[in-house]
Nanobody, 120 residues
Framework: QVQLVESGGGLVQPGGSLRLSCAAS????????MGWYRRVPGKERELVAS???????NYADSVKGRFTISRDNAKNTVLLQMNSLKPEDTAVYLC??????????????WGQGTQVTVSS
């Protein structure tokens, strides 16, 4: 079993910053890509940012230049630093990880989600 535990969401004013953290634990042989998605009612879930084990990153156009994703392979964690937040960034943010367990089987795991609200 593998768990993804997120933290760091909350309420922030426009222009403010938040940092999301996600830690993976359990039967982990290796973690391939890690990333953050967000979900807004009435819209499809969208990829916000992802980072490969090599460190290469990918961002949604809407967050480029404002958000930074990073990971600590030794701690099995991924961080999302969100700056210059806008009301349209309001969403439930979900951590995602592609993990190979000790049976050498790859799975796609999701966290429970953390609410980010940008409002004055």
């Amino acid at each position: 079993q593998v768990q993804l535990v997120e933290s760091g969401g909350g309420l922030v004013q426009p222009g403010g910053s938040l940092r999301l953290s996600c830690a993976a634990s359990g039967s982990i042989f290796s973690i391939n890509s890690m990333g953050w998605y967000r979900r807004v009612p009435g819209k499809e879930r969208e990829l916000v940012a992802s980072v490969a084990r090599s460190g290469s990153t990918n961002y949604a156009d809407s967050v480029k230049g404002r958000f930074t994703i990073s990971r600590d392979n030794a701690k099995n964690t991924v961080l999302l630093q969100m700056n210059s937040l806008k009301p349209e960034d309001t969403a439930v943010y979900l951590c995602n990880a592609h993990i190979t367990d000790w049976s050498y089987t790859p799975y796609n795991y999701w966290g429970q989600g953390t609410q980010v609200t940008v409002s004055s």
